[in-house]
């Protein structure tokens, strides 16, 4: 950029050559990083084999279970926890429920587990399985836990990327 302040602050004085070369190389540094970021997004989800964060369905997980909550409790959905990035999927429901980092409480000091288990909510994680087992550590930390029939979501970018299927239990209200 300062080479081109320099061209600007002379004006007329400087003889430009090549202009056209000069214009396909602008071009070119313009439009490549936008071509790139694009053929990213589209071909990532077939070549690569981690997750892309992008392809997760948020608007559908986050309506899901807040209709779910809200139609065994007659509540609006008022907490979820568990897996980090999907209970941060489904906190961006159109009811902003609040998300607790149950495994590091200190991350959300506005709610703590007995809040949570008063106000009621939902428990989220990664289902291995169809039976929808928790894991070991969401099961010491949510005793008496019943967990539902584990839940699949197609990804918004297919590709060789399997269906994300999502474990969940509800913890019901304490007080109606």
């Known amino acids: 950029m300062s080479g081109v302040a320099a061209i600007v602050a002379t004006g007329d004085l400087v003889h430009l050559r090549r202009q056209r070369l000069l214009r396909s190389v602008w071009a070119a540094a313009i439009i490549a990083p936008a071509l790139v970021a694009t053929a990213g997004t589209i071909f990532v989800p077939w070549a690569g084999s981690g997750e ?15 209709d779910s ?19 941060a999927l489904i906190a ?28 009621g909510g939902v428990v989220v994680w990664r289902a291995a399985d169809t039976a929808g087992t928790p894991p070991p550590d969401i099961a010491q930390r949510f005793p008496g836990l019943v967990p ?19 474990g969940w239990a509800i913890v019901r209200p304490k007080k109606p």
């Not at 539902?148 to 999502?166: D, K, N, S």
């Open 52 to 66: 892309v964060a992008t392809s997760l369905p948020a608007r559908a997980i986050a309506s899901f279970f807040g």
């Open 69 to 87: 909550f809200e139609r065994r409790t007659n509540q609006r959905l008022r907490a979820v926890t568990g897996d980090p990035q999907l209970a």
């Open 92 to 119: 961006l429901d159109t009811s902003r429920p609040h998300l607790f980092f149950d495994a590091a409480p200190e991350r959300t000091p506005w709610l703590n587990l007995a809040k949570f288990n008063e106000t």
């Open 148 to 166: 539902e029939v584990p839940r699949a979501f197609e990804r918004m970018v297919t590709g060789r990327q399997p269906l994300l299927r999502i």
